[in-house]
């Protein structure tokens, strides 16, 4: 049967949406319309939606609007994230030792060094025995769409190892909100989201497939890590893990497979830009970007992205490989290596979620600014490595000198 004209259109839509530059794009819009609209003169009516509460007191639900964007559509951008985690780790690059170690090695390096940079020089001040998580992570769609403008000609293993590398930083970035920002535990919700999180399971090893129970079930354990304390959006990658990746005999698609088709345009084009579009709105005036650079907080961020990232991925990596534990990706170079590892430095989405839950008022809107400020420059910094990199690889593929 051919599909009617609205229904390829629809299709033809969403593929465009789950293309890295895309998502890349939407997000960079989403920024500048929150930067743009917070220091406009009607600047307070953005504050004022950002802020208006809205849903049932019952069982913690009454959030403001930034905070339903936080704490729900974020949990759809990390279901995403824990679907391909999970494919990757069965039937992907990270399901053999070889491939897998290099970017799994480099991730760690990538979040434990950001981490130190930060601590030494946010030593003392308020608020640094929690600001030093700000810059642990890396943004995947951001860091992929910059990859996907800049570097055309690279080996598809550079991806993958990107690719790799910010999937597990965003498991160790939610490691870290877990275990870091988890407060007033409820054992009873952690219970309720234990046993709907073992009924998922079965269901997916009962070849179960109505979403007429997995949604609600989706809802039951969202609501219940929201309300024992847990951060909601570990709920998302959790049932992200707990997704079957290995399609059965005669089946076209994989559960996860099939789940990270349809909610992928979603989370790019509605999720992590409703969530940018709260959480960006930070004050650019000349007194605030001068503070950046002179308090120690934020500057301790601003260092750790885009030094720390640096320092952490390429000297994990070069170790890695010295020491013969794992191998560079086929095709790729060290100069590569170091234009990846410097795009690692844009941590965007999970950085600003870290802000949010670290910091409060002043302190807050600073550590946002910071990441901003090193996220764009890990971008246009890594964009013109990538662009020599690419050009060189294309003259090899061409013979030419």
């Not at 269901?203 to 109505?210: D, I, P």
């Not at 709105?281 to 605030?288: P, Q, R, T, Y």
């Given at each position: 049967m051919i599909a009617?004209?609205?229904a390829r259109v629809a299709a033809e839509f969403a593929r465009y949406l789950r293309t890295e530059t895309t998502g890349g794009i939407i997000l960079l819009v989403a920024t500048a319309v929150a930067l743009i609209w917070a220091n406009s003169p009607i600047g307070d009516v953005y504050r004022a939606v950002r802020d208006f509460h809205v849903g049932p007191e019952l069982l913690h639900l009454n959030l403001s609007i930034g905070d339903w964007a936080k704490d729900g559509l974020l949990a759809l951008f990390f279901f995403v994230a824990g679907l391909e985690l999970k494919r990757e780790l069965v039937v992907g690059e990270l399901s053999r030792f070889k491939q897998a170690v290099l970017p799994v090695i480099a991730a760690v390096g990538g979040m434990i060094v950001p981490a130190v940079f930060a601590l030494a020089i946010a030593w003392g001040s308020p608020g640094a025995d929690r600001a030093w998580a700000i810059p642990v992570a890396t943004d995947i769609a951001f860091a992929l769409g910059v990859l996907a403008l800049t570097a055309s000609n690279l080996p598809s293993s550079a991806r993958v190892f990107l690719l790799s590398l910010a999937v597990v930083d965003d498991l160790g970035a939610i490691l870290v909100i877990a275990i870091v920002f988890t407060t007033g535990f409820n054992l009873v919700a952690a219970g309720v989201a234990v046993v709907a999180l073992a009924l998922y399971a079965f269901?997916?090893?009962?070849?179960?497939?109505?979403a007429w129970l997995y949604v609600p079930l989706a809802l039951i354990v969202w609501v219940a890590v929201h309300s024992a304390g847990i951060h909601a959006t570990v709920a998302g990658v959790a049932l992200g893990l707990l997704t079957r990746v290995r399609p059965d005999k005669g089946e076209a698609e994989s559960p996860a497979l099939r789940l990270e088709h349809r909610l992928q345009p979603w989370s790019a084009a509605v999720a992590v830009p409703l969530f940018a579009l709260f959480a960006a709105?930070?004050?650019?005036?000349?007194?605030?970007l001068g503070e950046v650079f002179t308090t120690a907080l934020p500057l301790a961020v601003l260092v750790g992205l885009i030094g720390g990232k640096f320092v952490g991925i390429l000297?994990?990596?070069?170790?890695?490989?010295?020491?013969?534990?794992a191998e560079k990706p086929r095709g790729t170079g060290w100069r590569d290596i170091a234009a990846l590892a410097l795009l690692g430095g844009v941590g965007f989405t999970v950085s600003l979620l870290i802000a949010d839950l670290a910091l409060e008022g002043?302190?807050?809107e600073l550590a946002k600014a910071a990441v901003l400020i090193a996220s764009a420059i890990a971008s246009l910094a890594s964009a013109a490595l990538l662009l020599r990199r690419s050009r060189a690889h294309a003259r090899a593929d061409t013979g030419e000198d």
């Open positions: 009617s004209r609205p269901l997916q090893h009962k070849r179960v497939r109505t709105g930070i004050s650019v005036s000349g007194h605030a000297g994990a990596s070069l170790l890695a490989v010295r020491l013969r534990i002043e302190t807050a």
